[in-house]
């Protein structure tokens, strides 16, 4: 398959923190052995909560070895992790930013669900419950929401389009579509787009409670005993280029995100609804000029909830037709957590290392088949596969739907 055509944007660096540690590869690695980063919850207030089990970053991550000692009172855990994702990337890119004719054509899109919740939720501690008379005089850099990409951009010297972009599960790949679409119409060259966030705080978590829609024990996608999903923690973050600039300076390529789909269910705001997910799968096919029978695995939304599970089967049945039996799918969710707006950026890497290496990660867990979940999910062990061309859900809360489809170097 070609990686040809004006409208091809390359990945050519790539950067992530999750529970399985720092950087893409020890994701990846943990991935393909099938190796969960899910654990017991360590949080202060852990003893209050009914679910006590997340995927978290590990506690080795030092904030100081990474970043400047000027920059650290300015950084919520949000950020930081944008902020270790986006370094890696651009190191892995072999791009410089001295230029400043290249800093001025490079912008950044971040997608966050929450944002600086992790601040936000302590300095409601020290007000509320504390009665302090004053709070971080930081606080507010720290929770805006866009101060991810505003401290990548800083951090770089890039002065092209910086923002956020916030539809909760979603927001990674809409951040990556918002990127695509500003590199195909000639807006930037280079983009610096993924997703970041880190919810696990007692607030979020306790919201989550309320919803009764968390696993207590294990997050187990497609299988007929899944009780929910699991919360993390992370980001990944993305060096996207036109292909035209990437093979000008003979950068070596990751992958081509050929195509990108959204749509709206524009019904219930937790319930999906079949149709949005269709659309965005269509769309992104469309977009990419592939025929549905082009795919060879699809990284799965996921979560582990027996709604969202079914619905998304039913969409791949109704986009796919009897190609859907022949399809490699898989929810890498049940070994990372779900990170929220993270979500799709720590797939992004999973989809990435399944064309490098024509391996295809597992859903763990999967013990107990599902009548309504009656497709090829891979289960429980990695299996070599040719990997020439993927796509990547993301459904959200809101009926907000964004699909990414993407093709081997």
């Known amino acids: ?44 207030y852990a003893e209050e909560l009914r679910v006590r089990i997340a995927a978290q970053v590990p506690e080795s991550f030092d904030p100081a070895a990474h970043f400047p000692e000027r920059l650290l009172p300015m950084l919520d855990r949000t950020a930081q992790f944008a902020l270790f994702a986006a370094n890696e990337a651009i190191a892995q890119s072999g791009l410089e930013f001295a230029d400043a004719a290249l800093a001025a054509r490079c912008g950044v899109v971040v997608g966050t669900g929450v944002g600086g919740e992790t601040t936000h939720d ?15 005089p930081l606080t507010i850099v720290r929770i805006m929401a866009n101060a991810p990409a505003s401290l990548i951009s800083m951090a770089h010297g890039l002065h092209g389009p910086a923002f956020v972009v916030s539809s909760a599960c979603a927001s990674t790949n809409h951040a990556i579509a918002q990127a695509v679409m500003m590199i195909r119409a000639g807006m930037a060259d280079v983009m610096l787009a993924g997703g970041a966030d880190a919810c696990l705080s007692f607030g979020v978590l306790r919201a989550w409670e309320a919803m009764r829609v968390l696993a207590g024990d294990d997050c187990r996608p497609f299988s007929a005993n899944r009780r929910g999903l699991v919360l993390a923690e992370g980001a990944g973050m993305f060096v996207l280029e036109s292909l035209a600039h990437a093979q000008a300076r003979g950068a070596a390529i990751l992958g081509v995100v050929a195509g990108v789909g959204m749509s709206a269910d524009a019904g219930d705001i937790v319930s999906p609804d079949v149709a949005g997910g269709v659309a965005a799968m269509r769309l992104a096919l469309a977009d990419a000029g592939f025929e549905p029978a082009a795919i060879d695995y699809i990284n799965a939304h996921g979560t582990g909830t027996p709604t969202n599970d079914a619905s998304e089967t039913r969409a791949i049945h109704e ?11 898989s929810s890498t969710k049940s070994m990372h957590g779900h990170a929220l707006g993270a979500s799709g950026a720590l797939e992004l890497v999973a989809v990435l290392g399944a ?45 907000l739907n964004a699909v990414l489809a993407l093709r081997a170097a």
């Open 319 to 329: 986009v796919f037709g009897a190609h859907a039996r022949r399809l490699a799918i």
């Open 1 to 44: 398959m070609s990686v040809g055509g004006s409208r091809a944007v390359a990945i050519t660096g790539m950067g992530a923190i999750s529970a399985m540690g720092e950087g893409a590869g020890a994701l990846w690695q943990a991935l393909r052995a099938g190796t969960s980063g899910i654990r017991p919850l360590r949080h202060a």
């Open 355 to 399: 064309m490098r290496e024509s391996l295809v990660p597992p859903t763990i867990n999967l013990d107990a088949p599902d009548p309504e979940c009656d497709l090829d999910y891979v289960p429980n062990q990695a299996r070599p596969l040719p990997v020439a061309a993927a796509l990547s859900n993301a459904f959200a809360f809101g009926g």
């Open 122 to 136: 302590d300095q409601n501690r020290r007000l509320y419950a504390e009665q302090a008379r004053r709070l971080h």
